[in-house]
C-alpha cells in the first residue's frame, strides 16, 4: 500500500463519521484504493468501517483488497514500553 493513497485512521470518533469519510474518498476524491488504519482497541471498529463501507454504501463497486497486520512499540504514559496491535486494511475499487 502505498503512502500516497487515501488513508482514514480510525479513534474514537462516532462510526459513521469514519464510514462517510471513506465513501466521501471514493466519491468525492475520486480514489481508487483507501487505506483504513487502525492499531489496538480500534482494529474492530475499522473491520467494521471497511465492511459497512464496502458492503451496504459502495456495494460491487469496492472490495477489500491487501490486509496488512503488524505491531508497534511505544513508551506509555507511564514510562513502560508496550506492545500494541495495528492493521491497514486496503479498499479498492471494482
Known amino acids: ?10 479513534g474514537s470518533k462516532p ?9 466521501m474518498q ?3 476524491q475520486n480514489a481508487d484504493t483507501v487505506v483504513v488504519k487502525a ?4 482494529i474492530s471498529k475499522a473491520v467494521d468501517i471497511a ?5 451496504r454504501f459502495l456495494e460491487g463497486q469496492v472490495f477489500v483488497g491487501e490486509i496488512k ?3 508497534e512499540e511505544f513508551k506509555n ?12 486494511l486496503g479498499l479498492k475499487k471494482q
Open 51 to 55: 465492511e459497512v463501507a464496502s458492503k
Open 77 to 88: 504514559k507511564e514510562g513502560r514500553q508496550v506492545r500494541v496491535s495495528t492493521i491497514e
Open 1 to 10: 500500500m502505498d503512502e500516497n493513497d487515501h488513508t482514514i485512521f480510525v
Open 69 to 71: 497486520t503488524d505491531s
Open 15 to 23: 462510526f459513521m463519521n469514519y464510514v462517510t469519510g471513506v465513501v
Open 39 to 42: 492499531r489496538g482497541k480500534f
Open 26 to 28: 471514493f466519491t468525492m
